[in-house]
């Protein structure tokens, strides 16, 4: 469970925004996930997103997932585009922050497979 | 008395004294005024002095003014007429009492004989402004009041009907207002007579009656009693309530100004605003009507035709047109109405003119934004039927079960009940060449046209695929997954797939992401350990694996999208247990018991949010 070092005092998203995006330490792209992710919103959530990252070539690019309520089959097609565009600006990718049911669609999708998904707390003390 | 009168007389002295004084001073004006009204009603100067103060402290004006006023009529007009002070003093002080007289047990004060006294109160009422008569009662031989007689009235006193000062003299109020008649007013009046309490009646609102005269006013009243008789002051209100009112209007709509038309007179009076409103010189005056009629648009003129139908027929008038005014087009409301007499009949019309050119500009703009909203609404239900439609012709679902070579199926679809929802779950059942029976069900990502495009690339692939290829389900998911990740497009799918063997009874089967088929069997229902393999469109290597077991004649198999059991509200093993329940139930029951289309309808409704597909197959010998 290494995580980077968090920026002190992540900025609070603005109201009914679904994504904020800000570069982190160590040539990180933190990209926070608020609310529900669904068809309504996927594709603002990656266009934002690929669009930073073309943009600032990071290391590395972290989804965090510790906002979202809810996802639904788009939002796990958003996680999968933002993989791709990460993977082809030669970034890592990996989603910190799901919380049980979320971490319940990757594992159901196989995305756990793919890419390295932080586990919920639950889950990870389970398997502890 | 005799004292009043030496009093007076040394007063009298003093005046003439006094009043060759030109630095005479106020005081000495309201002394003299005080004394001089002491002597002529028999009064003690004090309680003159008390009354011309009281007076005018009800006329709002400078105790001395009223004096000097009363001065100058006793001294230049009551003393010719009478004669000499003397006489006059003697007449006067006979039969008027100022509140001298105790206020009971004294009877009723006998009616002022002659003119004289009258005549007096008239010349005090002709040096004081506002409203005030002097009220006579009239009595029947028992003492009753039946009628009071207007016996002098101020010169500033303009009744409801327009009589004015020495018109009103000698009226009967009876006559003069007989909606007043017995009314609370007289009631009042009457206790004022009996107790000598002043008494302020009203707002009451008089009910007018005749030409000229307005159908309701307002008024209050104030009596006291003077000598035999009232004195009555009154104040008409509908001027001030309309005054009031017009001003909360003006606070409350704001950018307005305000016209009045006296039809009687035929002033026309516009406010400031009005003027500017207008962008007219002050100094034109108000416009006339066809100046007005100019500058309204051609388009908008029936709106005033119409407009003074209604004013005709005694409606209020409310009314937005549209003006050109310096090139400009703005857009006037007027609210006008008028005072009418008890016929109807327009005495004068006051009109609220509104610039709503702002109002009406967003108006038009919100107008223009809801029309474009529903030009998008409408291409979004045409896509919705495009995209139902492209559905219904790439995946036409059977009614009834159909029978394949040794296996019953059952498809359930529900689109996506709001319209823009539909998205892209699809199903297959059809026999493989070799012998074989292929099942699929699965889900892309998204809805609409793109997601319904995406669906039947898939299905059609796998039809392709099928024939051409290879049956095996895991190598099918490989190929359409490098056809996903091949595609422009980011789509990604979830999908399962089954190959039954009849023959057998062998199912082998693999998937991409989707959640496994349930299996029931004699009432236990549980879902199909899931080989590995992820979703469609994310990595175009990716590797499927294959599971494989035999079914047994009653096993009833669910191939289902998450639209059955996927909720914003609960979790998926929260979705999934009531499906499971009826499962249960159906597969405890002999297979000619279990019929695949009533299972179907017995499961729990589905999101209505999102596309479910359902296929129930079950073996059959």
New interface residues.
């Given amino acids: 469970m290494q995580r980077e070092p968090m920026p002190a005092d992540p900025p609070a998203p603005e109201a009914g925004e679904p994504v904020s995006i800000m570069a982190g330490q160590g040539d990180v792209l933190d990209v926070a996930l608020h609310g ?1 992710i669904d ?1 309504t919103n ?1 594709d603002l959530v ?1 266009d934002r997103a690929c669009h930073a990252i073309e943009r600032d070539g990071p290391a590395v690019v972290r989804m965090d997932l510790a906002g979202v ?2 996802v ?3 939002g ?2 958003v996680l ?2 933002v ?2 565009a990460a993977r082809q600006a030669g970034a890592q990718y990996r989603v910190d922050g799901t919380t049980a ?1 979320v971490y ?2 990757l594992q ?4 756990t ?2 890419f390295p998904v932080q586990e919920p707390p639950a889950t990870a003390a389970a398997s502890a | 008395m005799v004292e009043a009168q030496q009093a007076y007389r040394k007063i009298l002295e003093r005046i003439r004294v006094a009043g060759r004084d030109p630095e005479l001073d106020g005081r000495r004006v309201l002394d003299r005024a005080a004394g001089l009204l002491a002597g002529r009603v028999g009064c003690r100067v004090a309680e003159a002095h008390v009354q011309l103060t009281q007076l005018a402290a009800e006329q709002g004006r400078d105790a001395h003014e009223v004096a000097a006023g009363v001065l100058a009529t006793l001294e230049s007009r009551a003393a010719p007429t009478v004669g000499g002070p003397r006489a006059a003093i003697d007449e006067v002080l006979r039969p008027l009492r100022l509140n001298t007289t105790g206020p009971r047990g004294t009877g009723p004060v006998s009616e002022p004989p002659g003119g004289v006294p009258v005549q007096l109160v008239q010349q005090v009422l002709d040096s004081i402004p506002g409203a005030v008569a002097w009220l006579a009662p009239t009595r029947d031989d028992a003492g009753t009041v039946t009628d009071y007689v207007m016996a002098a009235v101020s010169a500033d006193a303009v009744d409801i009907a327009g009589r004015s000062g020495t018109q009103l003299v000698g009226i009967t109020l009876s006559t003069a207002y007989p909606a007043t008649a017995e009314g609370p007013l007289w009631q009042a009046y009457e206790e004022v007579l009996t107790t000598g309490e002043p008494r302020d009646v009203g707002p009451i609102t008089y009910q007018g009656h005749g030409e000229g005269i307005p159908a309701e006013s307002q008024i209050s009243v104030r009596a006291r009693r003077l000598g035999s008789g009232l004195l009555v002051t009154w104040v008409r209100h509908d001027d001030e309530a309309r005054y009031a009112e017009r001003v909360a209007r003006t606070e409350r709509l704001g950018n307005l100004g305000w016209g009045e038309w006296d039809l009687v007179s035929g002033d026309i009076y516009w406010s400031d605003q009005l003027y500017r409103i207008y962008d007219r010189d002050p100094a034109l005056g108000p416009a006339r009507n066809d100046e007005y009629a100019a500058l309204t648009l051609p388009e908008d003129r029936p709106l005033h035709t119409d407009a003074a139908a209604a004013f005709a027929r005694g409606e209020a008038v409310d009314i937005t047109y549209r003006l050109r005014l310096n090139g400009e087009v703005r857009h006037l409301r007027t609210v006008a109405d008028a005072v009418r007499d008890a016929a109807g009949q327009p005495l004068r019309i006051y009109g609220i003119v509104q610039d709503v050119t702002a109002r009406e500009t967003a108006r038009a703009r919100l107008a223009d934004v809801e029309r474009q909203l529903r030009e998008q609404e409408e291409t979004l239900r045409a896509e919705h039927r495009l995209a139902a439609d492209l559905q219904h012709i790439i995946l036409p679902i059977p009614k009834e079960p159909i029978d394949l070579p040794g296996l019953r199926v059952a498809v359930r679809y529900l689109p996506a009940e709001q319209a823009s ?1 539909v998205g892209g779950d699809w199903f297959h059942a059809a026999p493989a060449p070799d012998g074989g029976i292929l099942l699929a069900v699965g ?5 609409g046209l793109a997601a319904a495009t995406t669906m039947a690339q898939l299905r059609h692939a796998l039809a392709a695929l099928a024939l051409t290829t290879t049956g095996e389900p895991a190598e099918l998911l490989t190929q359409l997954n490098k056809l996903m990740c091949a595609g422009q497009s ?3 799918a ?1 999908a399962v797939i089954a190959r039954y063997d009849p023959l057998s009874r062998q199912l082998t089967w693999a998937q ?4 496994a088929p349930l299996r029931a069997s004699r009432g236990v229902t549980t879902p199909m350990p899931r080989p ?4 469609l ?3 175009p290597d ?1 590797e499927y694996g294959t599971a494989t077991t035999t079914l047994e004649l009653q096993d009833i198999l669910l191939f289902y999208t ?1 639209g059955l059991v ?1 909720h ?1 509200d609960h ?2 093993a929260e979705g999934l247990a009531p499906v499971i329940t009826t499962l249960d139930a159906v597969s405890k029951r002999r297979p000619e018991d279990q019929p695949l289309a009533a299972l179907l309808a017995q499961l729990p409704p589905a999101n209505p949010n ?1 596309d479910t597909c359902v296929v129930a197959v079950r073996p059959v010998p």
């Fill in positions: 529900e068809y996927a990656g309520t809810f639904d089959s788009s796990i097609g999968v585009r993989m791709k049911p319940g669609q159901m999708t196989g995305l497979d793919l | 929802r889900d892309v990502a998204g809805h980011a789509a990604t979830t991409a992401g989707h959640p590995p393999g992820m979703l469109g994310a990595v990716a998450d996927e914003r979790s998926l999102d």
